[in-house]
């Protein structure tokens, strides 16, 4: 006969274990914490990334915390993880990556057969990479990594100078998580002599093959402050919706944009991603194409994903020197990553020269071209004031629209 006492569910036992690291510094990204607990909202990057986790059902969770940081990674853990904190633990990391991937297999229970490794910086993972990891691990494979395919094209460059073209359809883009069998990756870690970039690295080099799956463009890992903005802007549009994102809002979106340039630049003058001979060039980073950047500021704008410095600043060297084409061809990207496309861009030149009438046709043609979409050019003076009206720089200012893809 039953005493009427309350018993504790009995938990199955895990054959997936999910290390969460989240050890890094963070260093390129600024920030005044470790890189795991900066805010993407009124959240962290490791509260985001453990959302994502906890979707994948019934794994144990190792969390691999900075020295110092362990109770505020528990903290975080216990929050997301609620009813299942039973699944979930923190275990300090090491002086590098690898040395805090070994510290997280440490923690992981006896009856574990798949071990992921998961970086928290890549903290948008939607839940079907994970089951696709581990699908290809239960179909045979020792390992298997979420990749993408390499769309930019590639150059080997030494000394600044480009010395050759790598073929990009050889090449792929690994994200996490990356899974392996629990005795493979074991032994992988007890006999490595080297450090390797991440653990297929090091799988590959015990000998063992791994698999490919397809990875997914919210995998991206938050590295630099332009990766930030993005990850920030992701969440800001689906805020209740941590493993999954359903696309961009539904309405379309307006940014502005505007940009200056003094002239004293070496070489000819690119202006609306044209050259004009004979007159004087623009000072700047790149080639000091104000009406181009202007456009790139209002489109990021719009999209919400900063602005022109964050993705093409100083601390960019390959941006320098670079023209309108590059430019907006990359801003067209970072728009198609985020779901959105280009709508339409109007942009206005203050200027007394370049004279634009006889080649506004051709500036809207070349700027439409390289975003896909219509650009619309006019210009004007300033009838003598300021330093536009004195012939001392040049003044661009856009307004762009947005829409989902």
Known sequence: MSTGSVQNPVVPVPRVAIIVVAAGSGTRLGGDAPKAFVGLDEHTILRHALEHVVAFPGAQVVVVAPAGREGDALTEALAVFGDARELVSVVTGGATRQASVAAGLHAVWPDVEIVLVHDAARALVPLGVFDRVVSAIDDGAAGAIPVLPVVDAIKRVEEREVVGVVDRSLLSAAQTPQGFRRDILETAYRTARDEFTDDAALVAEAGHRVAAVLGDPLGFKITTPADLDRARSLVARHPHAPATFAGPPALPRVGVGTDVHAFGGEGTLWLAGLEWPGEQALSGHSDGDAVAHAIVDALLAAGGLGDIGTHFGTDYPEYAGAHAEVFLQRTRALLAEAGLRIGNVSVQVQANRPRF???????????????????????????????????????????ALVVPA
């Open 357 to 399: 009438a006889a080649r506004r046709r051709e500036a809207e043609e070349v700027l439409s071209q390289a975003l896909g979409a219509p650009v619309a050019v006019s210009a004007t003076t300033t009838d003598g004031l300021g330093f536009t009206g004195t012939g001392e720089g040049v003044a661009a200012f856009a307004v």
